[in-house]
Every structure is written in structure tokens, then in C-alpha cells.
């Protein structure tokens, strides 16, 4: 007996750290998982805190009798703000602890939100969308970038839809909930909460999967972005987001002021709109993980996107306003995804976080850009000329970069990350 469990136990012992190898691996494996789903939900929820505050922030401002180029002047400082401190933060996401310089983005909203509250005058307004800004460009770039490095090559396409389906949803949530209260509260009380669910923002970030710092050469950063096709890509991604600082300005105005939809219908659209996209993401993620050509999403993206643009200042009523506007995002859905699987192709993932703030510079530029001259134009040709103008500008530069899409914004050889 004794002999046939000295036999056994070699056996017993190789089997016993067979299984707890195994055991190992898989529950590293569920607690990275677990964390990964993170990522959509603070994606979710810091989208959801910015749009409960800028959704009526417009409306706020004119029912304190703020002129349009000053309501403009107040957006147009979260993103300069936002584009300052977005290539410094992208850098020291590679070179520091993204998580921690996360939870720095969550205190300077939470300061945002509060001095929202208390504000009265135009210039506390746009000292505060700087704060603003800089907690809003602490997650565009650093959560984006965190999430790059950590979901590696395999089915990129489904894994930037996961991540970009919350953004989408919280696009709609925030919107919807402001829209729901307004009338039944006033904005500080509607700020207030704003901070509840920046806390549980707060909660999520502290559960996310870090990533490992490098040490970089500023030589590097340089010669990614010289590269003709980064190029190109930049600037297309610069003029598209022209219409997205024109849709921030003045889009609840057109609905409030030039229709008089009332806020539970604004907060309607805007939740209808984001629902859509936050279906239609994972389609299309899913149909580039099959097809591997982004020139499609791109170039019908865009076009779609430009005509439908245009459309919306033509609708009337709550209905079509949705209808339109979800159209519109047929286009803004493809091409929001190609932009955030080229970004992770092109650029090397030990450098995804400075690279990725340079390409959210273009984006915060061109959306500054349609901040302002949506605030400069409104006197001139009303909230839904704004629309018309944008809508054309976008579908004009499509038609002139299209055949330099087609040569340079692909992800054959040549252009990938290395």
C-alpha cells in the first residue's frame, strides 16, 4: 500500500500544479476580463456627466441672457482648453500610471460641476469650461489610450465598438436625463446630479487594469506623425470634427429656440440618437473585423454624415429632428470607429498615449474651430443655417480628400503601426 502511494504521489503532485497553474491562469484571466468590461462603462459614464452638462448649458446661458458669440466664446474654452492639455497628458500616460492621472481627470470634473452651481458672470463661465475641458480631455485621451494598450490586436474592430458603445450611450443617457428634470429642476440641482454619477465615474476608474509605463524617445512621436499617411489622417479627422463643435453649440438651441421643442422632446432626440449608435457600433465593428477595409466606413461615413447634416436644418418636429439625425449618424458611427481603429493600427501601443493625444488635437481643434464659427454665424443665418453651412463644408473636403483616402487611409502595407 505504502509503496503504490510512493508511486502515485510524483503523479499526484504533477498534477496537482497542472491544476493550479491552470487555476491561475484562468482567474488572472477573469479578473483582466472583468476589468476590461470597465472600460465601456467609464466610457459610459463620463460621457453621460459631460452631456448632462452641456446638453442645456446653452439653454442656461440664454436664459441668462448671454449673447450667441459669447455662449460660443464659453464652448469654444472647453475644447482650447482640452487641445492644450491633451499632448501633455497623452505623453505622460506613457510615461507615468494612466489610472492615477485618471483619477486626477475625475477631481477636476468634480470641481467643474461644483463651481457650475455657483457661477454668474460670463468670464467665471469660461474659466470654468477650461477646468471643464482639461477633466474632459484627461478621459478622451488617457482612458482611450489605457484601453489600447491593454486589448492587444485580436478583433480590434469589436473591441473599439465595445468601447465606443458606451460612449454613444451615455451621448444619449445624459441628454435624456437632463431632459426628463429640466423644468422639473434648475441646473444646479441638475448638477448635483451630475456629481452622483461622477463619483460612481470615480469608483469604476479605481477598478481598471493599469498598464506599464515606457521610456520614450521625443525623437520617436516625430516620426510617427511625419508619416504621409498620419498626415492625412489628421486632417481629415480636423475637418469632420468641425460639425461635431457646431452640433455642441448650437444644436439644443435650433430645437429650443428656433422649434420650441420642450426639454423632455430635446432629451428624446438625443437619446434616440444615441441608442441607434450604440446599436449600430458593434455592427459595424463587427463588419470590419470581417472585411478589414476601413476606405468604405470612411468615405460613405462621411458623406452621410455631411447630407444629414445639412438636413437638419430642415426639420420641424421631434419626429423627424430624430429620424434625421439618426440618419445622420449612419454616417458619424463608421466613421468615429474607423478613427478609432486607425489610431490603435498606425501607432506603436507603447506610444498609443502621446500619439493618440496628438490625433484628439486635431479632433478638439476642428471642433474649437465649429464652436466659435457656430457662435459667429448664428446672428447672421439663424441655428439652422449653422447646420446647412457645416454640413456642406464637410461634404465639400470629403469629395477633394477622397482620392487621397484612397491611396494613404488603408490598412495595407505600409500603413500600420511600426
Avoid at 500500500?1 to 499526484?12: G, V
Avoid at 472600460?39 to 452638462?53: G, K, Q
Avoid at 500616460?93 to 452651481?117: E, N, V, Y
Wanted: glycine fraction near 12%; charged fraction near 10%.
Amino acid at each position: 500500500m505504502s509503496r503504490t502511494l510512493l508511486t502515485i504521489r510524483p503523479y499526484a503532485e504533477e498534477l496537482e500544479r497542472f491544476f493550479m497553474m491552470n487555476a491561475k491562469v484562468l482567474l488572472t484571466s477573469a479578473i483582466r476580463s472583468h476589468s476590461r468590461l470597465l472600460f465601456p462603462l467609464c466610457s459610459f459614464l463620463y460621457t453621460t456627466v459631460f452631456w448632462m452638462i452641456l446638453a442645456f448649458l446653452p439653454v442656461f446661458l440664454k436664459d441668462r441672457q448671454m449673447a450667441d458669440p459669447v455662449i460660443g466664446m464659453v464652448f469654444g474654452a472647453y475644447s482650447i482648453s482640452a487641445l492644450l492639455l491633451m499632448l501633455p497628458l497623452g505623453l505622460l500616460a506613457d510615461r507615468f500610471s494612466p489610472k492615477r492621472i485618471l483619477l486626477f481627470g475625475a477631481l477636476l470634473t468634480l470641481i467643474h460641476i461644483q463651481g457650475l452651481k455657483a457661477a454668474a458672470t460670463a468670464w467665471q463661465f469660461v474659466a470654468l469650461a477650461v477646468c471643464g475641458g482639461m477633466g474632459w480631455a484627461t478621459f478622451q485621451i488617457v482612458l482611450l489610450a489605457l484601453y489600447l494598450k491593454v486589448i492587444g490586436e485580436e478583433q480590434r474592430g469589436r473591441n473599439v465598438a465595445f468601447y465606443t458603445t458606451g460612449q454613444f450611450l451615455g451621448f444619449g443617457a445624459g441628454p435624456l436625463l437632463a431632459g426628463m428634470l429640466w423644468g422639473e429642476i434648475n441646473y444646479a440641482q441638475l448638477m448635483t446630479i451630475a456629481e452622483g454619477a461622477c463619483l460612481l465615474l470615480t469608483l469604476a476608474v479605481c477598478g481598471l487594469e493599469d498598464s506599464t509605463p515606457i521610456r520614450f524617445d521625443w525623437g520617436d512621436y516625430r516620426r510617427d506623425l511625419r508619416k504621409p499617411h498620419i498626415v492625412l489622417f489628421l486632417l481629415v479627422y480636423f475637418f469632420y470634427a468641425t460639425h461635431l463643435g457646431v452640433e455642441h453649440t448650437a444644436f439644443t438651441l435650433l430645437m429650443k429656440d428656433n422649434l420650441a421643442f420642450s426639454g423632455r422632446q430635446i432629451g428624446l432626440v438625443f437619446f434616440a440618437v444615441g441608442l441607434w449608435m450604440g446599436f449600430l457600433s458593434p455592427v459595424a465593428g463587427h463588419r470590419f473585423d470581417v472585411g478589414q477595409n476601413l476606405l468604405p466606413f470612411l468615405f460613405f461615413g462621411l458623406l452621410i454624415s455631411a447630407v444629414f447634416q445639412v438636413m437638419t436644418g430642415y426639420a420641424e418636429r421631434p419626429l423627424g429632428m430624430a429620424g434625421v439625425r439618426i440618419l445622420h449618424t449612419l454616417g458619424d458611427t463608421p466613421v468615429l470607429l474607423a478613427m478609432g481603429i486607425l489610431t490603435a493600427a498606425f501607432f506603436p501601443v507603447g506610444r498609443l498615449g502621446g500619439n493618440s493625444a496628438a490625433v484628439y488635437t486635431g479632433r478638439t481643434l476642428g471642433v474649437f474651430i465649429g464652436n466659435v464659427g457656430a457662435g459667429a454665424l448664428a446672428p447672421l443665418v439663424g441655428y439652422d443655417g449653422v447646420f446647412m453651412v457645416s454640413g456642406l463644408f464637410l461634404m465639400a473636403l470629403t469629395l477633394l480628400f477622397y482620392p487621397k483616402m484612397r491611396r494613404y487611409l488603408t490598412l495595407g502595407t505600409g500603413n500600420h503601426a511600426g
